[in-house]
C-alpha cells in the first residue's frame, strides 16, 4: 500500500510552515504542539525499532524499509502524513523513500544563505559552522544525547538535488514564493495533496502567517524549538544580506549551479 505523504526539506527551510497549512486545511484550527502528533517525523518511529541503544546516529538508517512498511501495514487504507529531513536517494541500505510504500511529497527549498543564517541561530553554530555543515556532504543531524533520531542531510545541493530525482510524484516549493503569496502557494499544496480545506484559503493563510505561529511558541513553548532562540524567529527571505555577502561565498561557489537553477542567483 502506498500511503505514505512526505513533506521533506533540508532544516531549517519551511517544512513546519508546510505541516501547519496542511494541519489547518485538515481541522480549521492550528495549534503547534499538536503537529509532532498529526504529522510527527518519520526519524521517530524508525527510532523505536531499535531495542538497543543506538551506536551511531547513521545506525537508523537499517530501520527505514521497516518502519515504512509497518506504518503502511498499521494505517491500512489511510493516508499517513510524515517530516522528514532526509535527503532521498539509494543507500547501501535502500532506497529512501521506498517506493513501495510512498505516494507522493510535497519538497521546500530556501535560499541556502537564509538557511545557514537560521541553522545557525536554531542550533547554537557560528554561521562559519553553520556553512561548514550546509556543504558538508555527509552532515548528519542528531542529538549527542540522543542518536535514535539521526537524520542524514548531505549537503544541501545535493538534499535539493535528490528530493528533485525521487520516483514518486513531487511537488517542488520555494519558501519565498510561500512568503510572497501564500495562498497562491497554498492552492497549490492542497490541490497536489487532494486535500478539500475545511476552512477557506484566505483562514488558512490567516492561522499559519509567521506572527500566528510565533505568538503560540512565546504563549507556551514549542518542542521543536532550539535551545538557544525560538523555533519562530524572524521567517523572512534575504536574512543573510544583514551580513557581509563575502561570509557566504563558500555556498555559492558550491552551489551556485543549484541556486542559479532556483533563481536564488
Known sequence: MKNIVWLASYPKSGNTWIRAIVYSALFGQMTIHKLGEMIPNFAFFASQLNARKFESPGQIRHFWEQAQSQLCQSAGNERILLKTHNAAGI??????????????????????????????????????SAINSL??????????????????????????KSWQQVSIPILQLRYEDLIENPAKQIKKVLTFLDIKPVITIEDIVTLTSFEKLAKQEKTGGFAEAGKNDFFFRQGEKSQWMQFDEKRFEKLIIKFEPVMRNLGYL
Open 91 to 128: 543507500y547501501d541500505v535502500g532506497e529512501f523513500p521506498s517506493r513501495k510504500y510512498s505516494e507522493k511529497a510535497v519538497y521546500v527549498v530556501r535560499d541556502p544563505r537564509d538557511v545557514a543564517v537560521s541553522y545557525s541561530s536554531h542550533f547554537g553554530l557560528s554561521l562559519e
Open 135 to 160: 556543504i558538508n556532504e555527509s552532515n548528519i543531524n542528531f542529538r549527542p544525547e540522543d542518536m535514535s533520531r539521526g537524520e542524514f542531510l548531505s549537503s544541501w545541493g545535493n538534499h535539493v
